[in-house]
C-alpha cells in the first residue's frame, strides 16, 4: 500500500479517470474529478485506490508529427509547389486560355 497524501493523482484499483487527493482521514480518501465540466467528490478507502503513473513510451520518446509513413507535415502539403495560384483541386492552375492583353 503507498501513502497518499493530498495532492496526489489516482485512480481506482478497478480503473476510473483520474483524481487528485483532496484531503487524507485515516482509513478515508477523499477525491476530487472532473467529467465533462462537472466536478465529482467522494470518499474511498485507500486500499481502492493506486497512485496514477503516466506510461512509458514504448516507441522512441519522439514526437510523431503525423503523415503516417509520409514523413510528417511539410508547410502545407505533402508535394512541393511552385509559386503559381492554386486551382479548386489543390493543382497549379495554368492560364493557358485566357485571352493575353
Known amino acids: 500500500m503507498t501513502d497518499l497524501k493530498v495532492g496526489d493523482i489516482v485512480v ?8 487528485a487527493v483532496e484531503a487524507v482521514d485515516g482509513d478515508k ?10 466536478i465529482g467528490r467522494d470518499t474511498f478507502a485507500p486500499v481502492l485506490l493506486k497512485k496514477w503513473e503516466p506510461r512509458e513510451d ?22 512541393p509547389r511552385d ?13 493557358k486560355f485566357f485571352r493575353k492583353d
Not at 514504448?58 to 508535394?79: S, T, V
Not at 509559386?83 to 492560364?95: A, F, L, S, V
Open 12 to 19: 481506482l484499483t478497478a480503473g476510473s479517470m483520474r483524481m
Open 83 to 95: 509559386d503559381r495560384p492554386m486551382g479548386r483541386d489543390g493543382k497549379p492552375r495554368d492560364k
Open 29 to 38: 480518501v477523499h477525491t476530487v474529478w472532473c467529467n465533462e465540466g462537472v
Open 58 to 79: 514504448d516507441r522512441g520518446g519522439k514526437f510523431n508529427k503525423g503523415g503516417g509513413d509520409r514523413g510528417g507535415f511539410n508547410k502545407g502539403g505533402d508535394k
